[in-house]
């Protein structure tokens, strides 16, 4: 099975809400290559409903475009450097530097959510991101992401 481009994180960078698999009370998305472009599944539980009966919260759909272009940054720089992600040598963690969130119709309930990054460019440390989430095959936010590689 394919493992995750977040699968990949070291053990200190394994706990976000959104995406560490070391944070068992979180969201645990996983990123994965599709093409030249990269891709996240997620199906929202019921309490993760927004204010508007049946419709996702608009703070899930932000969190799952954050943690999906931040773990697509960190894939897209890999690939750029001709490396290969794997847990011997931990790709860099990358964090928001900007997420611009355009809301374009509500997000359905009950429905897989599909997020989908592709990659603008790459300058130094700096890595932008044209991002999507869709439901039913209609898109349903597009975000625009300035991911900045952490330095330690």
Not at 39 to 60: C, D, K, M, W
Not at 61 to 69: K, N, P, V, Y
Not at 93 to 122: C, H, N, Q, W
Request: net charge positive; glycine share 8%.
């Amino acid at each position: 099975m394919e493992k995750a481009f977040q699968d990949f994180y070291a053990d200190r960078f394994s706990h976000c809400y959104g995406c560490g698999r070391l944070n068992s009370d979180g969201l645990r998305l996983k990123s994965y290559w599709d093409g030249a472009e990269t891709i996240a599944r997620f199906t929202p539980r019921p309490e993760q409903s927004g204010g508007v009966p049946n419709h996702v919260y608009g703070g899930l759909i932000a969190s799952l475009l954050d943690c999906h272009g931040t773990a697509s940054a960190a894939a897209f720089a890999c690939r750029a450097a001709n490396c290969e992600m794997n847990s011997v040598t931990p790709p860099d963690r990358f964090v928001t530097a900007s997420l611009k969130v355009d809301y374009l119709r509500p997000t359905p309930m009950g429905a897989e959510l599909t997020i989908k990054g592709k990659l603008r460019s790459i300058d130094g440390r700096k890595v932008r991101l044209d991002l999507s989430l869709s439901a039913h095959g209609e898109i349903c936010a597009r975000a625009e992401m300035l991911a900045i590689r952490l330095i330690e």
